[in-house]
C-alpha cells in the first residue's frame, strides 16, 4: 500500500517550457488536492477534484491546469512554465470531504528557469 | 480574514524534555483542526486532529489542545526525541464550496538537542 506517489521528484525546466506532474493514491479516496509550498509559507491550494471527472480552483490556480481521468490519478500540468512557479508542489487525497486528515505525497521539487 | 496564524520560528529543546508548539487561528467556524509533521524532503504527515466538540486529545505521545474561547491550538509533545526534529504545521478546517478546505500556517521548526 503505497499511499499517495508522487513523479516525478525532481525537475529543472525552461521559462515557457510544459510539463505534467503525476499523483496516484491506491487508496480509493474520492478527494484529491493539488497544493504549492515556498519557503516560509503554508501550502496553498491550486486546484482540487471532489471525483472521477471533477475538478475545480482552489486559493492559487493560475497558471495551472488539471485533470481526473481515473479515481486514482490526479495530473497537474504547466502550460508555459514561469519562474514565479519554482516551488515545491504536494498532491493530498481523502476519502471525502468530511472532517477527515489529508494524506500527502512526498512533493515534487520543480525549478524554473 | 481567514488564516491560520502560526510563524515560523525554531523551537529549540533538549532531548527528553516536553515541547509545546502553538497555533493561533482565526476563523471561529472552523470545526476541525489537525496537527502535521514534516520532515526534510518528505511530505506532511499526519499526526492527530481534535474536532471543535473537543478541548483535548491524547496520542501515543502527544497532546492537542483546543482553546476554542481564544482561538488557541497547542500540540504537546512528550520526552521529546531526536527523531521528532522537522516543521510541524497546525491546519484549521472549513467547510466551504463542497469540499474539505484546510488553512494552513507557515510552521514551527523543531530542533532537538542531545
Known amino acids: 500500500n503505497a499511499g499517495v506517489t508522487q513523479t516525478p521528484k525532481f525537475r529543472v525546466l525552461k521559462t515557457g517550457q510544459s510539463m505534467t506532474l503525476l499523483c496516484a493514491q491506491d487508496?480509493?479516496?474520492?478527494?484529491m488536492y493539488w497544493y504549492r509550498q515556498d519557503p516560509g509559507m503554508g501550502l496553498r491550494l491550486i486546484h482540487y477534484?471532489?471525483?472521477?471527472?471533477?475538478?475545480a480552483k482552489g486559493e492559487v490556480p493560475d497558471g495551472y491546469n488539471v485533470s481526473r481521468l481515473k479515481k486514482q490519478n490526479f495530473l497537474l500540468g504547466l502550460e508555459s512554465a514561469a519562474p514565479s512557479q519554482t516551488s515545491v508542489y504536494f498532491c493530498?487525497?481523502?476519502?471525502?470531504?468530511?472532517?477527515?486528515?489529508?494524506?500527502f505525497g512526498d512533493g515534487t521539487r520543480l525549478s524554473i528557469l | 480574514g481567514e488564516s491560520v496564524g502560526l510563524h515560523l520560528p525554531t523551537l529549540s529543546v533538549q532531548e527528553g524534555d516536553n515541547s509545546i508548539i502553538n497555533c493561533a487561528y482565526s476563523?471561529?467556524?472552523?470545526?476541525?483542526f489537525i496537527w502535521y509533521k514534516q520532515e526534510s524532503g518528505k511530505g506532511p504527515q499526519f499526526i492527530i486532529d481534535i474536532r471543535s466538540n473537543m478541548d483535548k486529545r491524547q496520542g501515543q505521545r502527544v497532546t492537542v489542545l483546543l482553546n476554542k474561547t481564544v482561538k488557541h491550538l497547542s500540540l504537546q509533545i512528550a520526552a521529546t526525541q531526536p527523531g521528532d526534529s522537522a516543521v510541524y504545521f497546525c491546519a484549521e478546517n472549513m467547510e466551504g464550496g463542497g469540499y474539505n478546505k484546510l488553512i494552513f500556517g507557515a510552521g514551527t521548526r523543531l530542533a532537538v538537542h542531545p
Open positions: 476563523n471561529s467556524a472552523s470545526d476541525y
Open positions: 487508496m480509493n479516496h474520492e478527494y
Open positions: 477534484s471532489v471525483g472521477e471527472g471533477t475538478t
Open positions: 493530498a487525497s481523502t476519502p471525502f470531504h468530511s472532517n477527515q486528515p489529508q494524506h
